[in-house]
């Protein structure tokens, strides 16, 4: 048995959780939850207690599981009439350019991550809870530092994350907000993973939260009932799986579309090897433009989205994403959790706001991944990045498996995405390589590597056990392998 595991995430807080509840003899699935609480608190833009996700648990001997805790469509209950969207729209200002964003009350979807952390507590964990919530409630009660990727996402989303004096309080405390290096507080978030940690509150249907969000929502125009969130449930599904070059990939299936998107693109590489040559990276190309217009989605925007994957001593495999969407700038009363603004992403609702029934699961891009070979080795892994998640992986998963790159050579290698106007071009591909592509597509290179292409954290272990971990760098990412010896 191997002495060490390895975490990914999106934050170095997010990533000490996890590493904390491994070396007080937790597994690989109490370490992703204890990840999930602190990325609540270390990364608030990406990640909430308010918002959805899904975790594909991969145990050493055993079956993988997919764990669906995304959101719901709200409204049950509710007399179709008073189904219609009361969004707030909000100006986000881009270099040279700006974009309405849905946000406010009316685009709230039920919330899942809450349940989900505790369901997969009691379903895959063995530490007690309140060791795996303590570090969320110290980083709440203390404040986490925010680094250089937050920091801009917060400064993006500004307008939004300020709409309610809840909001102010948390990033704009002075007045103005919260810069790169200061500490985000959030002591009302403490004081309910408090709760959490004692099992005072174990689901956001108990009173303490579900009372005062559902009279907020009555006044404030927004479409959650106390009926979604008694009825909201975490589904366990059977992953997506696909047999690919020696190795078996297990994904997140329908309804979510983005591994099947992913798996469905790997196939179509076909039985060719596929290396760094010119014809190869062409190839790749067809494939992503082939994806990217089977999936039309609505205006693209910023996609408030992290992933945590773990491998722990056992072997045990837990690979995380979860969603904010783009922040809805609302709180549920007294509990420090902001709420997400799925029903306001357009891309998640091509046939139109609201259209979707109450009680139906939305489906997602998210796809968290785990490959494992034959000879014991394996590799969890996912993306934030809304639409480019599935470019991201496919360049991620055929750099391992297809040109047989190592964990931190697949996620530094340059990343590829159409979005059926342009092939975006992340710098770095050899000269000939980015000539011929951009012979046959209208081409934009990039002049440094972006966030816009994802945050693939990754872990791996080996066939002779030994661990790694490859925080994406584009997206804050840190990897930290344990030493459990």
Known sequence: MAARAAVAAGHSETAA???????????????????????????????????GGFLLASPAAGKPVVLDFFVDAPGRGRPPADLE???????VHW??????????????????????YLNAHRRLGRLPLADVVEPARRLAAEGAVLDAAQAEVIALLGE?????????????PRGRLLEAGERLHNEALAALLADVASGRVASFSDPQIGEPLVAAMQANGGLVTAKDLVAYEVVEREPLVLAYRGATIATNPAPSFGGGLVTRGLRELGDEPVDASPAAYSRL??????????????????????HVSVVD????????????????????????????????????????????????RIGSMMA???????????????????????????????????????LEDAVRAPRLHWDRAQLQVEPGLPVEVARALAERWPANVWSARDLYFGGVHSVAVDADGEVSAVGDDRRGGAGVVVDLR
């Open 85 to 91: 969207p009361h969004f707030l729209p909000v100006k």
């Open 313 to 360: 001593a056992e072997g045990n495999v837990a690979a995380m994403t979860t969603s904010n969407g783009s922040c809805s700038g609302t709180f549920a009363p007294g509990t420090g959790i902001q709420l997400n603004n799925v029903m306001g992403e357009a891309d998640l609702h091509p046939e139109g706001f609201h259209v979707t029934p109450p009680g139906t």
């Open 285 to 306: 190309c067809q494939v992503l433009v082939a994806m990217s217009e089977r999936h039309v989605q609505g205006p693209a925007s910023v996609r408030g989205t992290t």
């Open 368 to 406: 968290p991944s785990v490959v494992r070979r034959g000879d014991g080795s394996a590799v969890g892994l996912g993306s934030g990045g809304s639409e480019r998640i599935r470019s991201a992986l496919t360049c991620v998963l055929s750099g391992l498996l297809d040109r047989g790159l190592g």
């Open 17 to 51: 959780a996890a590493a904390l509840a491994l070396r007080s003899g937790g597994n690989a699935f109490d370490a992703v939850v204890a990840a999930g609480f602190a990325a609540a608190v270390a990364e608030p833009t990406l990640s909430s207690l308010g918002g």
């Open 160 to 172: 939004i994350l300020t709409l309610t004096p809840d909001g102010r309080e948390v990033f704009a």
């Open 95 to 116: 270099t040279g350019a700006q974009q309405v964003f849905h946000a406010g009350w009316g685009s709230v979807a039920v919330p899942g991550c809450l349940d989900g």
